[in-house]
Nanobody
Framework: QVQLVESGGGLVQAGGSLRLSCGAS????????MGWFRQAPGKERESVGA????????YYADSVKGRFTISRDNAENAVSLQMNSLKPEDTAVYYC????????????????????WGQGTQVTVSS
């Protein structure tokens, strides 16, 4: 049974930092591209970014580019999202997701393309 579990969310002031982690069990995470998504109240879920199976490629949404960094440790079956210079508009529930694709496949940003999801972790940025 595949399970993704996010952790590290919380309340932070604007300009602060948080690091989210996503641990995978029941799956070898190196077999998946991994994505981070977020959903703010009253809004649709949106892509934050993604990282390739080997970690050699990443992409980021324009709204977080230069502030967020995705990394992975395949030996630990874990993916992280480092969030710096946080803004109130970053407030959302953050989800990690796994996309089972062949090695070298492109990074995808549509949530329906991902196969497995975590339960989400709340990030709240106060002004």
């Amino acid at each position: 049974q595949v399970q993704l579990v996010e952790s590290g969310g919380g309340l932070v002031q604007a300009g602060g930092s948080l690091r989210l982690s996503c641990g995978a069990s029941g799956v070898t995470s190196s077999s998946y591209n991994m994505g981070w998504f977020r959903q703010a109240p009253g809004k649709e879920r949106e892509s934050v970014g993604a990282i390739s199976r080997s970690g050699d490629r990443t992409y980021y949404a324009d709204s977080v580019k230069g502030r967020f960094t995705i990394s992975r440790d395949n030996a630990e079956n874990a993916v992280s999202l480092q969030m710096n210079s946080l803004k109130p508009e970053d407030t959302a529930v953050y989800y990690c997701a796994a996309d089972k694709v062949p090695y070298g496949y492109g990074l995808r940003s549509q949530d329906w393309e991902y196969d497995y999801w975590g339960q989400g972790t709340q990030v709240t940025v106060s002004s």
